[in-house]
């Protein structure tokens, strides 16, 4: 009787294997009955810029795009968590800023996303409205004077932590002043997320 089960299985393994080579992945019966067989076939790998954190996956518009020191961001958040800082993501960043001459900061999708209030962004913009040349160049409002008006809190910096990083480190090493440390920014309001 021994002998009759281990036919039995030999021939099931043969089975499984025959079908998994055949492509008919879900047709052997250790499958139909519920067993968990590895699959042969590779699946494709989640690339890390199509991965969203939770936060940034279901952010609402944003309020307003302004530059932004970056001295201004923290990334420690409040709700969530976010990625870990990755070391060659920075280096590779600080080496494209050396190659292009400095960082491409013009480029939407290079903006960074951050959290504030809706109120903070009024209080912002009806600072800068009576004063004049609180636009740079691009027509983009200037938050450099955040602190001045709305207190010394740092915003939470929710995408662009590796911009940030390595911004610094090039400034540093190319013994820039700390006026090149600003980013345009894309504030979201935090009472607006679900």
Wanted: proline share 5%; net charge positive.
């Amino acid at each position: 009787m021994r002998k009759t089960n281990d036919s039995n299985g030999a021939e099931s393994r043969k089975r499984r294997r025959e079908s998994v080579s055949n492509g008919e992945e879900g047709s052997d019966p250790a499958r139909q009955e519920g067993h968990r067989v590895p699959s042969t076939a590779k699946r494709p790998a989640l690339e890390p810029k199509h991965a969203k954190s939770t936060i940034t996956a279901r952010m609402p518009t944003s309020i307003i795009t302004a530059r932004m020191p970056t001295k201004l961001l923290t990334t420690n958040w409040s709700v969530g968590s976010k990625r870990l800082l990755n070391r060659r993501n920075v280096q590779q960043l600080k080496r494209a800023f050396v190659q292009l001459g400095g960082p491409k900061r013009d480029l939407e999708e290079h903006h960074l996303k951050v959290l504030c209030t809706g109120a903070q962004v009024h209080r912002m913009m009806k600072q800068l409205g009576s004063q004049d040349g609180t636009k740079q160049a691009g027509g983009m409002p200037d938050f450099t004077i955040w602190p001045d008006v709305n207190g010394r809190e740092q915003l939470e910096l929710l995408a662009g932590q590796h911009r940030v990083r390595a911004l610094e480190e090039w400034v540093k090493e190319a013994d820039l002043g700390e006026e090149e440390l600003w980013w345009p920014c894309k504030f979201y309001d935090k009472g607006k997320l679900a």
